[in-house]
Every structure is written in structure tokens, then in C-alpha cells.
T-cell receptor, first 114, second 113 residues
Framework: QKEVEQNSGPLSVPEGAIASLNCTYSDRGSQSFFWYRQYSGKSPELIMSIYSNGDKEDGRFTAQLNKASQYVSLLIRDSQPSDSATYLCAVNFPNAGNNRKLIWGLGTSLAVNP | NAGVTQTPKFQVLKTGQSMTLQCAQDMNHNSMYWYRQDPGMGLRLIYYSASEGTTDKGEVPNGYNVSRLNKREFSLRLESAAPSQTSVYFC????????????FGPGTRLTVL
């Protein structure tokens, strides 16, 4: 089983719709969860972090965490063409070493169509 | 604040050549990281440094060395480049405490012929 899994996509949504991106992880002890956005040819950019069960909202973005089911999701409301990118899920695995390394998913490609 | 900076942006090497990738951060972070990103492989950790004066191997350290020059700077050296090291290299630094968030530099696109 992969440690952090994401559907590779591409996920295609029309402009103005809600985009839903999902991520599952294997380590039940994980405490920190992150969503990064990566435009083609650019570096990953942190857009959301979440540490507690439930929802966390920031503008058009909502991160949802369910530790019992070991998944974290990202909702993008009112999707815009500028949201077209690859979204990376990263999870802090507490047993990965003293430096608390992040374990990365391979990313979901999102295309928002005008 | 510039955040995390990397040089060079692009580099082409011949097999067997050596080079050093430079990284600096101005956010006063203790931890710094070097990743490589390849299509279909995702981000893979090469080396990290938890604090000034310490470095540790990540999941793909072979063929690389690092130096944590001071709190700000963390360099990655390829002693004898191989075509398998063709990749995009990212440096990142991490905030302390609960946040544990990593911030990335713009990357170096390296081609080894």
C-alpha cells in the first residue's frame, strides 16, 4: 500500500463548479496534513494545512480531515481557470524519523474549463 | 523577504562533471531539505538538515553530498553527474513548532547528457 495516495486525474471541472480532491494515508499516527499547489514548471506552493478533524476554510479553499478514515480532502469552490494545476497532498508521518519528514502523494492534476 | 532562493535556475552537464546547487533562506528556519522531482515519481527527499551543523540522508542520497554552510545556506553537490540525475531539484525550509510547514525555492532544472 502506498503511504500517501491521490487520484492522478486529470480531474476536469467547469468554471464556477466545486472541485473535490482526495488523499488517503497509511499512518494512523499522522498529525499534520498539507495541500500544495504546483503550476507546470513551478515549485510547490503551500495553500492549506490542517491538524484537527473537521473542516478548515480559507477563502475558496476548504480542507477536510477525517483521521478515523485516514483521508484528507481539498474543496475548491467557484473554481477558476487559474486553479488549473497539480495539487499535492503531504502528510507528516511521525515514525518517519526525528526530522518529521513529509510523505508526499504523486498529485492530482486539475483542469478548470472556461 | 525573498523566502527560499536557489541558483542556478537551469544547468546542463556532461556525464562525469561536477556541480553544486546553492540554496538560501531568509526565514530563520532551522530545517532545510533537498528534493528531486521526476515525472511519475513525485517529490523524493535526497538529504535534509535539521539544524546548522547536522545533515541526514533521505530516501535517494546516492550520488549526492550536502553541506549546511550556516543557518541560511544548504548546498547540494553532484560529484560525478550521471544521466539518471537529470531532474528538477527543489530546496525547501521548514517552520518550527506545530506548524511544520515547508516552503520551497523556485527549483533548478538539471540535464545530464
Amino acid at each position: 500500500q502506498k503511504e500517501v495516495e491521490q487520484n492522478s486525474g486529470p480531474l476536469s471541472v467547469p468554471e464556477g463548479a466545486i472541485a473535490s480532491l482526495n488523499c488517503t494515508y497509511s499512518d494512523r499516527g499522522s498529525q499534520s496534513f498539507f495541500w500544495y499547489r504546483q503550476y507546470s514548471g513551478k515549485s510547490p506552493e503551500l495553500i492549506m494545512s490542517i491538524y484537527s478533524n473537521g473542516d478548515k476554510e480559507d477563502g475558496r479553499f476548504t480542507a477536510q480531515l477525517n483521521k478515523a478514515s485516514q483521508y484528507v480532502s481539498l474543496l475548491i469552490r467557484d473554481s477558476q481557470p487559474s486553479d488549473s494545476a497539480t495539487y499535492l497532498c503531504a502528510v507528516n508521518f511521525p515514525n518517519a524519523g526525528n526530522n518529521r519528514k513529509l510523505i508526499w502523494g504523486l498529485g492530482t492534476s486539475l483542469a478548470v474549463n472556461p | 523577504n525573498a523566502g527560499v532562493t536557489q541558483t542556478p535556475k537551469f544547468q546542463v552537464l556532461k556525464t562525469g562533471q561536477s556541480m553544486t546547487l546553492q540554496c538560501a533562506q531568509d526565514m530563520n528556519h532551522n530545517s532545510m531539505y533537498w528534493y528531486r522531482q521526476d515525472p511519475g515519481m513525485g517529490l523524493r527527499l535526497i538529504y535534509y538538515s535539521a539544524s546548522e551543523g547536522t545533515t541526514d540522508k533521505g530516501e535517494v542520497p546516492n550520488g549526492y553530498n550536502v553541506s549546511r554552510l550556516n543557518k541560511r545556506e544548504f548546498s547540494l553537490r553532484l560529484e560525478s553527474a550521471a544521466p539518471s540525475q537529470t531532474s528538477v531539484y527543489f530546496c525547501a525550509s521548514r517552520s518550527a513548532g506545530v506548524a511544520n510547514e515547508q516552503f520551497f525555492g523556485p527549483g533548478t532544472r538539471l540535464t545530464v547528457l
